[in-house]
């Protein structure tokens, strides 16, 4: 029996690759031609904390990021939320603190457990132009409390961390 499910929200600017995040850690797989975000709902997973079940419910969202109208029953009774970035793409880390007090003021009063993530990093790893330092981010990360960690939903790279970063922290505390 799961006796324990957590919600986490995922959010930032349209194309950072926060769909293919959730994609890759829920059904493990990498559609290059993944266009529609999965909705309003949410994918789920199972995993073993400290020898416990959680379910982990991830929500997703439809695309309002364009929009800027991401409403309050996203955010409703969430406890970890992934601040993800681009590092091919500075202006998606500029507007990182954006999304973090959005996430922060709906949450409110609860402090949630944020963890900063920088997603693409095969393109880098391929030669591709990095826009966002390594060390600016995790400087960031620092400064604001958050987990850090650049991850790849392409190749896998680092998506099981992002999410245990938070999940763990979630259970613990
Ligand atoms: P969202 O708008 O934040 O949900 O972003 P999507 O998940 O829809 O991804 C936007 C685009 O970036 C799509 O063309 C994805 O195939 C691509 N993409 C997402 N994640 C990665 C990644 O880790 N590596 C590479 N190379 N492309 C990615
Ligand atoms: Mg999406």
């Given at each position: 029996d799961i006796e324990i499910a957590i919600k986490v929200v995922i959010v930032g600017n349209g194309g950072v690759g926060k769909s293919s995040m959730i994609q890759r850690y829920c059904k493990g797989i990498f559609t290059?031609?993944?266009?529609?975000?999965?909705?309003v709902d949410f994918l789920e997973r199972q995993i073993e904390i400290d020898g416990e079940d959680v379910r982990i419910m991830l929500w997703d969202t439809a695309g309002q990021e364009r929009f800027r109208s991401i409403t309050k029953s996203y955010y409703r009774n969430s406890v970890g939320v992934l601040l993800v970035y681009d590092i091919t793409n500075y202006a998606s880390f500029e507007h990182i603190p954006l999304w973090m007090m959005e996430a922060q003021r709906h949450i409110e009063p609860h402090r949630p457990v944020f963890a900063l993530v920088g997603c693409k990093l095969d393109l880098v790893n391929a030669g591709g132009r990095r826009e966002v330092s390594t060390e600016e981010a995790q400087t960031f990360a620092k400064e604001h409390g958050l987990h850090f960690v650049e991850t790849s939903a392409r190749n896998g790279v680092n998506v099981e961390e992002a999410f245990r970063m938070v999940t763990q922290e979630v259970y613990t505390r």
């Open positions: 290059k031609d993944y266009k529609k975000t999965i909705g």
